[in-house]
Nanobody, 122 residues
Framework: AVELVESGGGSAQAGGSLILSCAAS????????LGWFRQAPGKEREALAA???????TVAAYVAGRFSIFKDNAKKILFLQMDNLKDEDTAIYFC????????????????WGRGTQVTVSS
C-alpha cells in the first residue's frame, strides 16, 4: 500500500526557515509526480509546489522565491524548503502523490499524507 508521511513541521519565527519532508513507501517516486499543498483554518486547500517524475519543479507564484521543492529518488523522500516564513504560512502541510504530471490541482493526486502542522509567529 502507498503511504506518504510528512515530517518537519513545527513552530517558526517569521523570517525563519523550515524544511518539510515526506517519506514515501509503496510508491515509485520515479514513476509519478509529487506535490505539496497546505490548508489554513477556514480556508480551502491550496497548491504550493509539484515535481514531475523527471524532477522538474513547479512552484505557485504566491510562494515562489520563498519555497522550493525537491526530492531524493534513492531515499524516496520529497522535500519542501520554506524560507522567509510569514504568519500567513501557518497551516497544515500535506504531501500528495500519484499524479501523472506535476499538477497543481489536488484532484489529480490519489495519495495523500496526513499532514504536518506549521505555525509561524512574528
Amino acid at each position: 500500500a502507498v503511504e506518504l508521511v510528512e515530517s518537519g513541521g513545527g513552530s517558526a519565527q517569521a523570517g525563519g526557515s523550515l524544511i518539510l519532508s515526506c517519506a514515501a513507501s509503496g510508491y515509485d517516486v520515479n514513476g509519478y509526480a509529487l506535490g505539496w499543498f497546505r490548508q489554513a483554518p477556514g480556508k480551502e486547500r491550496e497548491a504550493l509546489a509539484a515535481i514531475s517524475k523527471y524532477g522538474i519543479p513547479t512552484v505557485a507564484a504566491y510562494v515562489a522565491g520563498r519555497f522550493s521543492i525537491f526530492k531524493d529518488n534513492a531515499k524516496k523522500i520529497l522535500f519542501l524548503q520554506m524560507d522567509n516564513l510569514k504568519d500567513e504560512d501557518t497551516a497544515i502541510y500535506f504531501c500528495a502523490g500519484g499524479a501523472d504530471v506535476a499538477a497543481m490541482a489536488s484532484r489529480r493526486y490519489p495519495y495523500w499524507g496526513r499532514g504536518t502542522q506549521v505555525t509561524v509567529s512574528s
